[in-house]
């Protein structure tokens, strides 16, 4: 059974940064896509970014040359850096992860239980 467990939220000023971490454990971890998602209050859940098993990245427009998407195999772990934040930021961000061979199917089956990420004006 694959866990996720994500870290690093918090309470950052407009134009700050802020690094987020995911911890992935029970499974081959290079053998999985992993993406980060996000939900403000009132809204509905968000993609954000996606690294693949190859280390391509997506990103959702509205944080195109502001967030960056990495991973270290050697320690299971996906980073979102987030730079330049705005107010509209503001959500909790859940990692995701889906094995390869079930990407196609269009759904992550593991999520983390989120972290805050709240950007003031």
């Known amino acids: 059974q694959v866990q996720l467990v994500e870290s690093g939220g918090g309470l950052v000023q407009a134009v700050g940064s802020l690094r987020l971490s995911c911890a992935f454990s029970?499974?081959?971890?290079?053998?999985?896509?992993v993406g980060w998602f996000r939900q403000a209050p009132g809204k509905e859940h968000e993609f954000v970014a996606r690294?693949?098993?190859?280390?391509?990245?997506n990103y959702v427009d509205s944080v195109k040359g502001r967030f960056t998407i990495s991973r270290d195999i050697a320690k299971n772990t996906v980073y979102l850096q987030m730079d330049s934040l705005k107010p509209e930021d503001t959500a909790v961000y859940y990692c995701?992860?889906?094995?390869?061979?079930?990407?196609?199917?269009?759904?992550?089956?593991?999520w983390g239980q989120g972290t805050q990420v709240t950007v003031s004006s």
């Open positions: 690294i693949s098993v190859n280390g391509g990245t």
């Open positions: 029970g499974r081959t971890f290079s053998m999985y896509v």
């Open positions: 995701a992860a889906v094995h390869l061979s079930n990407y196609a199917l269009g759904r992550y089956d593991y």
